[in-house]
């Protein structure tokens, strides 16, 4: 922002807020920001240290601090730093809030805390050392944008029930619990954007078996577009979404995950799942849980390699080591898949498959290429014009659970549900 930006701007020393005070500057904080709205002018904050705790913004509040240099440090004793609610047009820009790791009370999870706010615009700003979340947003409109969330002992950023959300361009890592969560307490549609965001060295403090620890976490909002953005490092799910339907996942970048790099799961209904990275973790893509109406996606163009079978924890009778797994109403075409342990792909999982197209994809040096379920009750299964190259023992292999039920099923099968032949066959 240039000097031009901030014409008819209030310097917060004119307010009696000093910076580099040693004592509490709450008072003056807080006066200083009401004084600015009353006028209608923007609140610029040289640079400095401004200790403080509790703030309350109504609507209309603009503030602009020096980027790197201007500095809000929580003062602690059970409260939060800053707090929000059922306002409008906020603005932050250009601001260190630092939770300084101390206490926040019972009564929010997170270091600053907006309610209801219409048309939040938090840029250039930073977060760190909160004992909870860093932002926590409920139902808010606006955008997070070009700014760095780290040292949070819960999530970076998380949105409860958005109401028209973007988060676009920040920086998130080293947080204990999650990186960026967009929940809702009941399904519904949500729409929120999550878009070139670098998330990166996220834990799973809480364990569990994929709960945490996941860099971009989507539960039960639909329509959420995650796009174009960089993970790596992250305990579990690099990108997770749980219930949450007619979600696209394009264009990301998936590094090291320590689970299954890309989930959809339980209860979702439509999800594309497309142009992705997935270099590493213990399966590339998985698109599950027909059981519990888990249905509906498409699974093109991505590139998944280097997998491996071992986990954050003891591995259900599925297992780890697999490339795509994918189980109703969905089309898999043009990935490609390099490196798995297991099944590059695995089609259905006993009972539960319908629906299922895999088409010209490559598949190169897995364990076994292809397993799809024959088990009792499946549904159809198409399989044609793969390349399916150094599978070391099987191509295209028939399952039941995990007992190989059949040879090679290129060109012939004895299952009037499945459809497998022109799929070229390498050694």
């Known amino acids: 922002m240039d000097v031009a930006d901030l014409r008819g701007s209030i310097d917060s020393a004119d307010l009696g807020l000093i910076p580099n005070a040693t004592n509490d500057q709450t008072a003056q904080f807080q006066n200083a920001v009401n004084r600015a709205v009353e006028r209608g002018r923007a609140l610029f904050l040289p640079a400095g240290t401004y200790p403080v705790a509790n703030l309350r913004l109504p609507s209309g509040t603009l503030i602009v601090g020096v980027p790197g240099r201007t500095r809000l440090v929580y003062q602690g004793g059970g409260g939060q730093l800053i707090r929000a609610e059922g306002v409008s047009n906020i603005g932050l820009t250009g601001i260190t809030f630092d939770g300084a790791n101390r206490s926040i009370g019972d009564f929010t999870d997170g270091l600053l805390h907006f309610i209801g706010v219409r048309n939040l615009a938090i840029d250039e700003c930073e977060i760190a050392g909160s004992t909870k979340s860093g932002l926590l947003l409920d139902r808010c409109s606006g955008r997070i944008e070009n700014s760095r969330i780290s040292g949070a002992a819960e999530a970076g950023i998380r949105s409860n029930e958005a109401t028209g959300l973007s988060i676009i361009g920040n920086t998130v890592t080293d947080c204990a619990n999650g990186g960026i969560w967009i929940h809702r307490w009941q399904d519904g549609e949500d729409g929120t954007i999550v878009s070139a965001n670098r998330v990166e060295r996220i834990g799973a403090r809480y364990g569990g078996t994929g ?21 790596a490092d992250c305990a579990f799910s690099a990108i997770r979404s749980n219930a949450g339907s007619n979600i696209q996942i394009i264009g990301n970048s998936c590094l090291r995950s320590g689970e299954t790099a890309i989930y959809s799961e339980f209860g979702f209904q439509g999800a594309v799942i497309a142009n992705n ?99 009792d009750g499946v549904g159809p299964a198409v399989i044609t014009n793969n390349i399916v190259q150094g599978a070391k023992q099987g191509s295209i292999n028939g399952f039941r659970w995990l007992e190989r039920a059949t040879g090679e099923l290129n060109g012939t099968s004895e299952f009037s549900n499945l459809t497998v032949h022109s799929n070229q066959i390498w050694g």
């Open 277 to 375: 990275i997935a270099d590493g973790g213990t399966i590339g893509i998985s698109i599950a849980n027909f059981a519990d109406d888990g249905r509906l996606a498409v699974c093109s163009g991505n590139l998944i390699r280097n997998i491996k079978d071992t986990g954050p924890y003891p591995p259900d009778v599925a297992g780890f080591g697999i490339g795509i797994a994918a189980e109703a109403d969905t089309t898999i075409t043009g990935n490609v898949i390099e490196g798995v342990p297991k099944y590059g792909m695995l089609l259905g999982w006993g009972p539960y498959m319908r629906n299922i197209i895999a088409s010209q994809n490559v598949l190169r040096d897995c364990n076994i290429g292809i397993a799809v379920s024959v088990a």
């Open 211 to 231: 709960q945490f620890g996941n860099g971009i976490n989507v539960f039960r909002a639909a329509g959420v577009v995650v796009s174009n953005n960089r993970l």
